[in-house]
């Protein structure tokens, strides 16, 4: 009895794994035909078979994508042109008035002495052969033009020699200072002139109607008198850098230049220096041995004192 129950229960077993089997191959089949061919291509379901595992695809590669178009190239348009470079503007400014430049001192005409050092002789007495002498008195008038030229910085330079010996130079200076009004006077700071009477501490204020602004600077050895006068204008005005000048009227210096134009003719406006010496003697100053840029010039100049007389 125990046989039989073990064969049923065998027999139960077979049979649930036969209808397993069965359902299982159903449901394959059914699988099978529900995949669908592509629409272009349409075609029967073949007959349901069990696939095997190795028939099953196991991966699914998609066709690669079509290249993309290759864009349009149509004719390139021509770049607008670069702009013209437009020339910057021009700056312009005002045109300036450059003054003149100014001289550092008046002083133009500058006596030649010699000096203790160097001694510098006047010109030789041969340089020029003989000739009448001039009356500077009546070209006083064409002078005075002379003379504002030189004040402002046109004309030549000129040198006149004192003369060699000591004697003859102190004789000479009381002469200028008598008859000819020369006077002493210093230049101190910013080219400002200070003279004797002046106020203390104050420049000179000058008249240039009777003042020559032709000054000049004395060189060579000192004459005691005069070197006196300068350092009294000097304490006075409480000066410690000061150049000492010498100063005539403006009728002495415009009759010199009138005369000396006469004696040159044309070329005076054209010479760079003209040089001469004093000339004393009992009855006259003049002025001789000229030399017009290094060349002999014949004659000489007679210089008329201020007053009648003096003498």
Excluded at 110 to 122: F, G, H
Excluded at 193 to 201: K, T, V, W
Aim: charged share 25%.
């Amino acid at each position: 009895m125990v046989t039989r129950a073990a064969d049923r229960m065998s027999l139960t077993v077979s049979g649930l794994l036969a209808g397993g089997l069965l359902l299982m191959t159903l449901a394959m089949a059914l699988q099978e035909a529900a995949r669908v061919r592509p629409a272009d291509a349409p075609a029967a379901l073949p007959p349901a078979r069990a696939a095997a595992p190795a028939d099953l695809p196991r991966t699914i590669r998609l066709p690669p994508a079509p290249p993309p178009p290759a864009p349009r190239i149509g004719p390139a348009e021509p770049s607008p042109p670069p702009p013209e470079p437009r020339p910057a503007p021009r700056k312009v400014e005002p045109l300036k008035v450059i003054p003149p430049a100014a001289r550092p001192t008046p002083p133009v005409v500058v006596p030649l002495r010699p000096s203790a050092a160097a001694p510098r002789t006047a010109p030789a007495e041969t340089a020029a052969p003989a000739s009448p002498v001039i009356e500077a008195a009546p070209n006083r008038k064409e002078g005075g033009a002379l003379l504002r030229l030189l004040e402002h910085g046109k004309g030549p330079t000129i040198e006149i020699a004192w003369p060699r010996s000591a004697a003859d130079q102190r004789a000479l200076y009381h002469r200028l200072t008598r008859c000819y009004g020369m006077r002493a006077a210093v230049i101190g700071p910013r080219s400002r002139l200070f003279a004797a009477d002046s106020p203390a501490g104050e420049p000179w204020d000058i008249d240039r109607d009777r003042i020559s602004g032709f000054l000049r600077s004395p060189r060579g050895e000192e004459i005691p008198e005069e070197s006196r006068a300068f350092a009294s204008i000097a304490r006075r005005h409480g000066l410690t850098g000061w150049r000492p000048v010498r100063v005539f009227p403006r009728d002495v210096d415009a009759a010199l230049l009138g005369g000396l134009a006469r004696l040159v003719g044309p070329g005076y406006r054209s010479a760079r220096s003209i040089t001469a010496a004093y000339g004393l003697d009992a009855s006259r100053l003049t002025l001789e041995r000229f030399r017009i840029d290094g060349a002999p010039v014949a004659g000489g100049i007679a210089l008329a004192p201020l007053r009648a007389g003096c003498g």
